[in-house]
Structures are given as structure tokens and as C-alpha cells.
T-cell receptor, first 113, second 109 residues
Framework: DGGITQSPKYLFRKEGQNVTLSCEQNLNHDAMYWYRQDPGQGLRLIYYSQIVNDFQKGDIAEGYSVSREKKESFPLTVTSAQKNPTAFYLCASSALDRVYGYTFGSGTRLTVV | EDKVVQSPLSLVVHEGDTVTLNCSYEVTNFRSLLWYKQEKKAPTFLFML????IEKKSGRLSSILDKKELFSILNITATQTGDSAVYLC?????????FGTGTSLTVIP
């Protein structure tokens, strides 16, 4: 079955550490996205990519980095520069024209301890 | 600035009630409006709306878009406890989808 796989489901990070969240899709989608979800704030776009080796900042990119070396993969690194990283992170993908909207992964809940 | 506003933020109803969730938007280059249902994890797709006045329907759920007044509503009739979730509205433009904060619906038995 086609879909998006995010891992891990839960992640704990110590302050000052970088962590990487994985996102893999086998839908042959060109576009991939990372969103952050906080209570009462909906989904906010961190980064998106429409083609391999290219990506753009979203509304809240500070403290995050991404790479897109393969069409299927779009990992997100939460760096120590991100001051409040505790949140629920959702990865999504779509065809370039976004006609059918997004397909979402099941999310990663990151907690700073 | 592109924005999507959903109301109410939360709603508590009894089983069997009918609810209406609202989504208004201000975006440049509108392409589509989507409704998602989120229960704990990944949002699941409900409807995509691109044309005004055409109702989309799936069982007890229905939705309609008004592109002149820039809003959409999601109706749920004869609510059940399984309808309890956060309902997200997303508006698609040329580059991305903008999400509202969601409406949290709780259906009490």
C-alpha cells in the first residue's frame, strides 16, 4: 500500500541536542512538506520541497533544517537553535498540482527533557 | 497575509445533534479548500471544494463553499461519539495549503 511513513512516533531530546525526524513516501509524489502542530495553533509550515535537491522555507523555518536527496525522503532536523521544539510534527506529500490535497504521515511527537 | 480562520474553536454536543463548523479565508490565488478530520494522529481527508455552491456529501457529513463571501461550512448531522475529533480547514494556493487552527468537536453519549 502506498503511503507516508514517519519515524519515530515519539522522540525525547535533551536541550542542546540536534535530532532528525524521518519521513519516507512511496506515492511518487513530487512535493513534500513539514508542519508543526501546537495546541490551539493549527498546522504551521516549516519547510517544503517540490523537487529533489531543492526546498523552501515556510513560515517557521528558524531552528530547523531539511534535505531532499531522494524523491522519496524528506528528513527534518530540529537543531539546538530551535528554542521551543516540543510539538507534534507532521510530514505530508502531494502531487505538484495539489489537486487531491495532501497525504499525511502519522506524525512524530517530540518532547524536550 | 494569507489566513484561514475557523470557528468555533471548540464545541460540545450530545449524540444526535447537528453541528455546523465554519471556515473563512483570505488568500491570494485561491485554488481549493479542504476539510480534514484529525483524531490524535494524522489528519484524514474529508472533502475538497473548488467551486461555489456545489455541496459535497458523504454520509452524515456535507460541505459547501462560497467563493464570493470567502467561507465554507462543514455540517454533521445525527452526530455520534465517533465524530469526536479536531476538524481542520485548509486553503490551497499556488505554493501550499494554509491551515486554520481547527475546531475541536466533542460528542457526548
Amino acid at each position: 500500500d502506498g503511503g507516508i511513513t514517519q519515524s519515530p512516533k515519539y522522540l525525547f531530546r535533551k536541550e542542546g541536542q540536534n535530532v532528525t525526524l524521518s519521513c519516507e513516501q512511496n506515492l511518487n509524489h513530487d512535493a513534500m512538506y513539514w508542519y508543526r502542530q501546537d495546541p490551539g495553533q493549527g498546522l504551521r509550515l516549516i519547510y517544503y520541497s517540490q523537487i529533489v535537491n531543492d526546498f523552501q522555507k515556510g513560515d517557521i523555518a528558524e531552528g530547523y533544517s531539511v534535505s531532499r536527496e531522494k524523491k522519496e525522503s524528506f528528513p527534518l532536523t530540529v537543531t539546538s537553535a530551535q528554542k521551543n521544539p516540543t510539538a507534534f510534527y507532521l510530514c505530508a506529500s502531494s502531487a505538484l498540482d495539489r489537486v487531491y490535497g495532501y497525504t499525511f504521515g502519522s506524525g512524530t511527537r517530540l518532547t524536550v527533557v | 497575509e494569507d489566513k484561514v480562520v475557523q470557528s468555533p474553536l471548540s464545541l460540545v454536543v450530545h449524540e444526535g445533534d447537528t453541528v455546523t463548523l465554519n471556515c473563512s479565508y483570505e488568500v491570494t490565488n485561491f485554488r481549493s479548500l479542504l476539510w480534514y478530520k484529525q483524531e490524535k494522529k494524522a489528519p484524514t481527508f474529508l472533502f475538497m471544494l473548488t467551486s461555489s455552491g456545489i455541496e459535497k456529501k458523504s454520509g452524515r457529513l456535507s460541505s459547501i463553499l462560497d467563493k464570493k463571501e470567502l467561507f465554507s461550512i462543514l455540517n454533521i448531522t445525527a452526530t455520534q461519539t465517533g465524530d469526536s475529533a479536531v476538524y481542520l480547514c485548509a486553503v490551497g494556493t499556488g505554493n501550499q495549503f494554509y491551515f486554520g487552527t481547527g475546531t475541536s468537536l466533542t460528542v457526548i453519549p
